[in-house]
């Protein structure tokens, strides 16, 4: 329970069903945002606590703090080192809400954990069918759906959940549009009905990313060159981290002519600008790829592709390589693919699963 409205909602749906349920609040980050606010700051816990009470459940607190600087912080810093563009909510739902999160469910002998998210679990289809394209792999087990809210569903942010975690979970809001989602709140009378949204990460204050940078490593304020296609000197950065593929802002004016981010090259601290028809490719190669169903196609299979949360699906082919990577071609050039966001595979409405692109 973030103290948001979409997981106090999850909780009193789910005690509506008759559901025994504990509300739990995970302490995350030490940050001054998430202290006063935030996704797990004290008005968040004390908001969460107002709703476990109106609702007649109990409410706890635990402790992630050094499991998210472990695997959500500290690998944001080092992506932005390496000249990629990290998406830290990815690898906090896989390690942290799915995975310590389910353990200390365990510990409280909880059958499941409940979020308030937007998306939708489903059982094998009897065919083995997969959205009407026949699967080479038979029954795929726990099958993940975007959800019903096609401006909230959030699947893109869950592909990392494997049978497991599906097993373990559920998603009360995934048949519900946002819109329903209050007017429930509304009617419960619950204290956070009209509470606004967060858009941001939730320990970056003001969403500045340079300046969290700065101050957790310093050594990323490094200047270097900017350079064009031709690998002619036009001008000079003020360190790789702070920018991405496709940025525009930030790199000054060339030849009067708008000019964008298409490479960073880490190894000799390098900015390459160019043209906005730069910014555009066909294909991409990801790693650390997962599969919702825990196996990979066994051969090319025709999917669409999302390669950030916000930009919309692609038809594409997805050509499996050795281990855990894959080739993504796209029927239509994609702009501004970016290594270190990810890249999720749908089939239809379904999940199939993602990776990491390189």
Known sequence: MSGGVDSSVAAALLKEQGYDC???????????????GGCCGLTA?????????????PHYVVNFKDQFQQYVIDDFIQEYKNGRTPNPCVRCNQFIKFDHLIRKADELEAEYIATGHYAIIKPP???????GVLSDRGDEGLKLFKGKDEKKDQSYMLYRLNQEALARTLFPLGEFVKE?????????GLPVHDKEESQEICFVEDNNY?????????????????????????????GIAFYTIGQRKGIGAHQSLPKYVIKIDVKNNTLVI?????????????G????????????????????RYNSPEAEA?????????????FKKPQKSITPGQSVVFYCGEEVLGGGIIN
Do not use: W
Not at 211 to 238: F, M, S, T
Not at 320 to 329: H, L, M, R
């Open 22 to 36: 504990i509300g739990i609040t995970m302490s995350l980050t030490c940050s001054t945002k998430s202290f006063e």
């Open 45 to 57: 816990v004390e908001d969460a606590k107002k709703v476990a009470d109106k609702l007649g459940i």
């Open 125 to 131: 289809s009897p065919s083995g069918r997969r959205g």
């Open 180 to 188: 329903e989602v209050r007017q429930k709140a509304k009617e419960l």
């Open 210 to 238: 340079a300046n969290y940078l700065k101050e957790k490593c310093p050594e990323v304020a490094r200047p270097g060159p900017i350079v064009d296609k031709d690998g002619k000197y036009v001008g000079a950065h003020e």
């Open 274 to 286: 160019g043209d906005q028809e730069d910014t555009f490719a066909s294909t991409l190669q990801a």
């Open 288 to 307: 650390q790829v997962s599969y919702v169903s825990g196996r990979s196609p066994m051969s090319a299979l025709a999917i669409k592709a999302k390669i």
């Open 317 to 329: 082919m997805l050509e499996p390589i050795n281990g855990d990577k894959v080739e993504i071609t």
